[in-house]
T-cell receptor
Framework: SAVISQKPSRDICQRGTSLTIQCQVD?????MFWYRQQPGQSLTLIAT?????????ESGFVIDKFPISRPNLTFSTLTVSNMSPEDSSIYLC???????????FGEGSRLTVL | AQKITQTQPGMFVQEKEAVTLDCTYD???????LFWYKQPSSGEMIFLIY??????QNATEGRYSLNFQKARKSANLVISASQLGDSAMYFC???????????FGGGTRLMVKP
């Protein structure tokens, strides 16, 4: 299995600021995924991050709002830019692992925007 | 497009009894994977069980089993001998033909009564 570390685990942010979430994996993986979980909701895929190429964003998510870096095969960052209270969510990074493609998740980063 | 439906927003079960959490899906892909995840109040996502679309037998993992009925497009999770620690949100999810985890159901909140 893959071990994924995310930080910060939680933060309280002011409107209009930006926050970068880091995701570290203990093994090399090709694809990393970033999800958002708004309060009381299910998980929604934000983007898929491949090392060495631009992230692929899902409908409703844009690079200017959620820039992603993927400098190597074990690390990625997601920035939530110009935050508003609507961005208050849990943000989770994940990687697919094994023959079944089982997704392993980081602990999640719980953001509250005031 | 894929779609996952969990029709039970919440479920109660008595401790030590079995409970079934419903999941139906819709996809045009001939090959796909079905997953169940548990999310405790801490926010982490915990993998429970996997079923491949071509698997002949229902998957089992300890107290968890997946009742896979392909013709009905259902993949219900059965938890036997419920424990208080089973109280959590449960998400059904599926991969597409490429093995990318793209779609989560809305989740079911399970509450185990002592």
């Amino acid at each position: 299995s893959a071990v994924i570390s995310q930080k910060p685990s939680r933060d309280i942010c002011q409107r209009g600021t930006s926050l970068t979430i880091q995701c570290q994996v203990d093994s090399q993986v090709t694809m990393m995924f970033w999800y958002r979980q708004q309060p009381g909701q299910s998980l929604t895929l934000i983007a898929t991050a491949n090392q060495g190429s631009e992230a692929t964003y899902e409908s409703g998510f844009v690079i200017d709002k959620f820039p992603i870096s993927r400098p190597n095969l074990t690390f990625s960052t997601l920035t939530v830019s110009n935050m508003s209270p609507e961005d208050s969510s849990i943000y989770l990074c994940s990687v697919a692992w094994g023959s079944t493609g089982e997704l392993f998740f980081g602990e999640g980063s719980r953001l509250t925007v005031l | 497009a894929q779609k996952i439906t969990q029709t039970q927003p919440g479920m109660f079960v008595q401790e030590k009894e079995a409970v079934t959490l419903d999941c139906t899906y819709d996809t045009s892909d001939p090959s796909y994977g079905l997953f169940w995840y548990k999310q405790p109040s801490s926010g982490e996502m915990i993998f429970l069980i996997y079923q491949g679309s071509y698997d002949q037998q229902n998957a089992t993992e300890g107290r968890y089993s997946l009742n896979f009925q392909k013709a009905r497009k259902s993949a219900n999770l059965v938890i036997s001998a419920s424990q208080l620690g089973d109280s959590a949100m449960y998400f059904c999810a599926m991969t597409d033909n490429a093995g990318n985890m793209l779609t989560f159901g809305g989740g079911t909140r399970l509450m185990v009564k002592p």
